[in-house]
């Protein structure tokens, strides 16, 4: 039984072995099973976030390149009309070229009208915008010349023809011509192939050939314009290519256009892309052309590209030009704020600066800044400010005149009320304590300072009422030998006083046509400042004579005359003297002020010529008529 026994052990030992090897394989297998889909689990979710980063990255790609695309359909489209012009001049300048060869090889060789049928010749068969565009020659006096596409035009005057909505479209192009010797012309007309209510702008650039007494030209639709730039930015987009597979396309039907590559992407929606585009084209071409500054644009060579209608109305600019030393030596005046200009261009800094600049509408003063683009474009924006200077010196004038203004009343006043005060004093206070002779003696010192007073409060007041606008011009018809004499009878007396003769030799026949009382004013002011300045035993004399259509009137005098720098100044309050006289007199500077403010009012215009030690001359102009 024991042999049995360990028969049954044995064989329950090789079952366990049996199945514990069963059991551990099984669990390997299922262990390695478990494993193994994790591992595929992970691996496909690993795919999975590649695949989506990939496609993203595509995404961003396509969207780039699409937006490049779109950048420069915007960019082109956004110039299209300054682009065909740049187009008509380029074609233009091309045949005055080779007209200007034909002519001078064959002057003084050939016949004029020999040249002239040899220029037609050459000119005729030149085609260009698709075969679409020709040259045409007019003469001056509206005879057609050259026109390819309807020769049975040529040698009739067509001055009276007139476009689709009534141009006469030869006489404005020989009034651009007349004017400035080149130009565009924009006409309107119906086009073959188009509904025959339909009418199109045609736009044409035409140039004066001076030696034949013609003028060149040629002209395109914008719209057909358009469609050639069309093609030449599919061609273009057709020629993009980006990674293996990747490139743009673009359709034309009504929906949704899309740019598709290998994952088949939807990128845009093309209505509503196309509507943004013309919206902001609209928009920023409304902008950069009615805004109040100027603004131009350069390439890197400092070529003219494009410039909007704030800088046409100061400059004439031509896409040809260069802004080179030899371009600023027209623009920029001598002025010691000029100096830098190149320096400040070059730099690029913004920074606005302001220059004296010669221009259409004269010298003006202006504030420029320059700007350099990525692309390395120049952008000049300036705005003017000459206006704002006048301003400021106006300012200054008004800030002086009423110093000045300030300063008489505290000076001029003040002695006159000190003696009047003084001597009223004496008088009221000590009356008896002096003699007959002595109380006459100060009245009439208390009588001259009122009188002093007095025409110093009528000259403030009519300073005042001339600044102020209130001094209205009466016009009527005077003797001015009149009106000198009432002078004379009004300061005689001064005059005599300081031994002075006052001579008034103006003809009897002199008529004025102004305003008598300021001109008695004027007289009287300049008149009573001879008296001032003239030593005893001189002389003042008043002449007038007829140059033109207006008077010339003069007041010259043997007085002790004016230096050149005061000269300049005694016309205005700030620069106005109110130095004692020959005899001590003293005076309120405001006479000559008055005489300048009254004599413009009327229309004229006041100077003075002298010279120290030998008198002075004060001159002034009336109108006649």
Not at 102 to 129: C, M, S, T, W
Not at 272 to 283: G, H, P
Not at 468 to 497: C, D, S, Y
């Amino acid at each position: 039984m024991p042999g049995k026994q360990t028969y049954k052990e044995r064989k329950v030992s090789a079952t366990f072995l049996v199945y514990s090897t069963g059991f551990t394989l099984i669990s390997v297998l299922i262990l390695g099973m478990i494993f193994t889909f994790l591992e595929l689990r992970d691996f496909e979710k690993a795919s999975q976030n590649a695949r989506i980063s990939f496609i993203n990255s595509q995404k961003e790609r396509v969207r780039i390149e699409t937006e490049k695309v779109f950048d420069y359909i915007h960019l082109t489209r956004m110039f299209l009309e300054d682009n065909m012009k740049s187009s008509l001049r380029s074609r233009v300048t091309e045949a005055w070229d080779m007209m200007s060869n034909i002519y001078d090889a064959n002057k003084g060789i050939l016949p004029e009208h020999q040249i002239k049928k040899i220029v037609k010749d050459a000119l005729r068969p030149v085609r260009f915008f698709n075969d679409r565009g020709y040259y045409f020659i007019v003469s001056m006096d509206g005879t057609e010349e050259l026109y390819p596409v309807a020769p049975q035009f040529e040698g009739k005057n067509l001055l009276d023809l007139q476009d689709e909505n009534g141009n006469f479209v030869i006489r404005d192009e020989i009034a651009i011509i007349d004017k400035q010797g080149e130009g565009f012309v924009t006409d309107y007309w119906t086009k073959p192939g188009a509904a025959e209510n339909m009418v199109f702008p045609k736009t044409s650039f035409v140039r004066l050939f001076k030696p034949l007494n013609w003028y060149v030209g040629c002209g395109e639709y914008l719209d057909n314009f358009d469609k050639d730039l069309q093609g030449q930015i599919k061609q273009r987009i057709r020629n993009i290519h980006f990674g293996k597979d990747g490139y743009v396309f673009v359709d034309s039907y009504s929906g949704h256009a899309v740019v598709i590559d290998d994952i088949n992407i939807i990128i845009l929606n093309k209505l509503e892309t196309e509507k943004l585009l013309r919206e902001n084209e609209a928009r920023f071409r409304t902008i950069f052309e009615n805004v109040p500054v100027m603004i131009a644009v350069l390439d890197k060579n400092l070529n003219y590209r494009v410039w909007n209608h704030e800088t046409k109305k100061y400059f004439d600019v031509h896409p040809d030009q260069k802004l080179n030393k030899a371009a600023l030596d027209n623009f920029l005046t001598t002025s010691l704020v000029n100096r830098n200009f190149m320096n400040h261009i070059l730099s690029f800094d913004g920074s606005f600066k302001e220059y004296e600049i010669k221009t259409r509408l004269g010298i003006k003063n202006q504030n420029w800044a320059v700007f350099r683009t990525d692309t390395y474009e120049i952008i000049l924006v300036g705005y003017d400010i000459t206006e704002m200077k006048n301003y400021q010196i106006r300012l200054k004038e008004l800030n002086d005149s009423k110093d000045k203004f300030f300063s008489i009343l505290s000076h001029d006043l003040h002695s006159p009320f000190n003696t009047i005060i003084g001597y009223s004093d004496l008088l009221l206070v000590e009356y008896d304590r002096y003699s007959d002779a002595q109380r006459r003696n100060f009245i009439k010192k208390i009588h001259s300072s009122s009188m002093a007073m007095h025409k110093l409060l009528v000259n403030l007041l009519d300073w005042a009422r001339s600044q102020t606008g209130k001094l209205e011009v009466t016009t009527e018809k005077f003797n001015l030998h009149e009106v000198a004499e009432i002078v004379f009878e009004i300061l005689n007396p001064q005059a005599e006083k300081k031994n002075i003769r006052i001579q008034n030799d103006i003809d009897n026949g002199h008529f004025a046509f102004t305003d008598r009382s300021m001109t008695l004013t004027v007289l009287q002011n300049l008149v009573a400042n001879g008296i001032k300045f003239t030593h005893s035993g001189g002389s003042i004399s008043l002449n007038a004579s007829l140059e033109k259509d207006e008077l010339k009137v003069s007041v010259t005098d043997t007085g002790i005359g004016i230096r050149k720098e005061i000269a300049e100044k005694i016309f205005t309050i700030s620069g106005s003297i109110t130095n004692k006289g020959t005899a001590n007199e003293s005076g309120t500077g405001l006479g000559l002020v008055i005489c300048k403010e009254f004599v413009e009012k009327m229309g004229g215009k006041i100077w003075v010529e002298s010279e120290p030690g030998k008198g002075s001359t004060f001159c002034f102009t009336l109108k006649i008529s």
